[in-house]
């Protein structure tokens, strides 16, 4: 899936006719998000085994830490985000991923804040989410 060997994608790329590495590098984006998943296993050892409570959570921290992983590589969630967005999502992931309560709590916080002004922003220009670059 990862572009230099990236096999499934030539050989995708031969069945539909497209440019190999073109369809390498967008295997490699849509698969982003599958990479932070062994971190995540790593410091949250119950995940999917464990008490409900505890699984539940982890499922949503870990769901979040996704999300927001995702957006801060893409520089996209909503709409286009700026360096600072950007910035703060990954640290939002990072405070998700780490197994300390306070640091998921703040973590939380700062998604559902970024959830707010993507949203206010989105309402402000709603034509600007087209220009993005590919």
């Known amino acids: 899936m990862t572009p230099p060997v990236a096999l499934e994608s030539f050989a995708a790329s031969g069945i539909a006719g497209s440019s190999p590495m073109k369809t390498a590098f967008t295997s490699w984006k849509l698969a982003k998000g599958l990479y932070i998943l062994p971190i995540i296993m790593a ?3 119950l995940l999917l085994n464990g008490p409900t409570g505890a699984v539940v959570l982890t499922v949503i921290l870990s769901t979040l830490a996704i999300i927001s992983f995702v957006a801060c590589m893409e ?3 909503l709409t286009n985000m700026s360096w600072p967005e950007t910035i703060l999502h990954g640290a939002t992931a990072v405070m998700l991923i780490w ?21 206010l922003k989105r309402r402000r220009n709603p034509g600007r989410e087209i220009s993005r670059r590919v």
């Open 99 to 119: 197994n300390i309560r306070l640091l998921n709590i703040f973590g939380i916080i700062l998604f559902v804040l970024l959830v707010i002004f993507q949203i």
């Open 43 to 45: 410091y949250h050892p």
């Open 75 to 77: 520089r996209y969630f």
